[in-house]
């Protein structure tokens, strides 16, 4: 069974920094792409950033570029994403996914961490 756990989310400041986790377990983890996508209250989900799976490769939406960093580390089987000079905007429930921008599993396996940019 996939299980994907999302951590690290939180209130912040605008301008301020979040790491998020992603704890993934249930499938071999090292042999997918990942994804970030995000959704806002009301809204349809986001996709934020992809990663492929030696970590070698990475896109990222044009809201986020130059501000947020996707990583992953295969021997934890764990997914990150580094987030700088946060924005209202960025405000909404952070998940992760298996597949990258045009095929990112959906809905998602886990809770989500939520990112609340506010000051």
């Known amino acids: 069974e996939v299980q994907l756990v999302e951590s690290g989310g939180g209130l912040v400041q605008p301008g301020g920094s979040l790491r998020l986790s992603c704890a993934a377990s249930?499938?071999?983890?090292?042999?997918?792409?990942m994804s970030w996508v995000r959704q806002a209250p009301g809204k349809g989900p986001e996709w934020v950033s992809a990663?492929?799976?030696?970590?070698?490769?990475?896109s990222y939406s044009d809201s986020v570029k130059g501000r947020f960093t996707i990583s992953r580390d295969n021997a934890k089987n764990t997914l990150y994403l580094q987030m700088n000079s946060l924005k209202a905007e960025d405000t909404a429930v952070y998940y992760c996914?298996?597949?990258?921008?045009?095929?990112?599993?959906?809905?998602?396996w886990g809770q989500g961490t939520q990112v609340t940019v506010s000051s």
């Open positions: 990663i492929n799976s030696g970590g070698g490769s990475t």
């Open positions: 249930g499938f071999t983890f090292r042999i997918y792409g």
């Open positions: 996914a298996t597949g990258g921008y045009s095929n990112y599993h959906w809905p998602p």
